[in-house]
Every structure is written in C-alpha cells, then in structure tokens.
C-alpha cells in the first residue's frame, strides 16, 4: 500500500454503462491527479487538483468527467466510453508547492466492451 | 517535447549493480531530475531526485554529471523484483506536472 488507494482495481463495462473510479489518500496532500495509460504506450496527464480545484485538463474528452468534493478523494466518471478508453487509470497525491515526487495508487484496469 | 533520452531496455545479472543512463541535455537551471519504476501493472514508485549533488537513499543513487546534461541512476545490487521501466523526468520545482516518457525496461536476470 501506497497510501493512495484505487477502486476497483478492475472493471469492464458496456459503452452505454456509466461508472465511476475512486481513488482517495490518506497522506495529507492537497494535488491529486489522474493519467492513463494505454497499452505500450507512455502514461498521459488527464486532469490535475489543487486544493480542489482543477488547475489542467489536457484536451481530455467529456465522457471523462472528474470530481475532487475534498482533498483526499478523487474520483473519474465515466459516460459511452468507447473500446479504446480501455487501459489503466492511475490516480497520484502531492503536495502542491512542495519539491516530492507524486504517489500513486496501484491503478484501474479499465475495459470498455 | 521529449526533455530525456533513454534507452529502451537493459539487461542486468541478479546481484551485479545496475546502471541506467539518461541524457536531459537541455536541462536548465531551475530544473530537478527525477527517477521513478513501474512494476508491471502496478503504479510508478518514487525513487530518488536531485538538482546537481549527488544523492542516495535506501532504493538507489543518482549520479549527475557536472554539467547536468546526463545522470545514471545506480541500483547497486540488483533483484529480481527490480524488474520494471525505469522513468528518467526533468521537473521545474514547484511547478510542472510530471510528464512520462516511455522510460528504460530492466530486466534483472538470474
């Protein structure tokens, strides 16, 4: 355990389904983040929170719809995805302001059939 | 835009120490190198960062040359659970998002 913890650690669903990815920490931090990363690929940043408020959305579609209702969780809802939304979704925690590096929790594994 | 050079993958005897280069030739001066690992399906770990000394912990060294443009990070008696794609990332402190390239495969070999 990382301090980070993601849920569920898999998931599969239907591109008319809605679900939503959870991540929460216990560290104390106040940024939290999402990548993803697909298969051979680099991780890419998807949204970033600093104290609550979003402060970057790299060109992320709207069926990606993110929620940070406090500092310690951060959730991903997800709407019609499509077969290549499938990959790994990983959430990370820091401390803005501070030189650390991030944490992050042991991911999503995300299929969309 | 790509700020570090990596090779794709290396290969390492269990037990021997593990060397992984990496080139930010366009460092600039304001700007840390970090190291992270990710396991197989797992996330990326933290490793170890520095700006221009030198720096160890409990997991590795880092070794910046002194014009900055290179750094090796030294696994100095390599595991098997030490397999995974080693990220070299330069960082303004405070500011940027760390952004991932696709790293170095190690594999540590019996």
């Known amino acids: 355990e990382t301090g980070v913890t993601q849920t569920p650690r898999h998931l599969v669903m239907g591109m008319t389904n809605k679900k939503s990815l959870k991540c929460e920490q216990h560290?104390?931090?106040?940024?939290m983040y999402w990548y993803k990363q697909s298969a051979k690929k680099p991780l890419e940043l998807m949204f970033v929170y600093n104290f609550k408020e979003q402060t970057e959305n790299n060109s992320v579609p709207s069926r990606f719809s993110p929620e940070c209702p406090n500092s310690s969780h951060l959730f991903l809802h997800l709407h019609t995805l499509q077969p290549e939304d499938s990959a790994l979704y990983l959430c990370?925690?820091?401390?803005?302001?501070?030189?650390?590096?991030?944490?992050f929790g042991s991911g999503t594994r995300l299929t969309v059939v | 835009d790509a700020k570090t050079t990596q090779p794709t993958s290396m290969d390492c005897a269990e037990g021997r120490a593990a060397n992984l280069p990496c080139n930010h030739s366009?460092?600039?001066?304001?700007?840390?190198v970090y190291w992270y690992r990710q396991i197989h399906s797992q996330g990326p770990q933290y490793i170890i960062h520095g700006l221009k000394n030198n720096e160890t912990n409990e997991m590795a060294s880092l070794i910046i040359t002194e014009d900055r443009k290179s750094s090796t990070l030294i696994l100095p008696h390599a595991t098997l659970r030490d397999t995974a794609v080693y990220y070299c990332?330069?960082?303004?402190?405070?500011?940027?998002?760390?952004?991932f390239g696709p790293g170095t495969r190690l594999s540590v070999l019996p």
């Open positions: 366009t460092i600039s001066g304001n700007e840390y």
């Open positions: 990332i330069v960082r303004e402190d405070y500011g940027q998002n760390f952004v």
């Open positions: 560290l104390g931090h106040n940024a």
């Open positions: 990370a925690s820091s401390q803005a302001g501070a030189n650390y590096g991030y944490t």
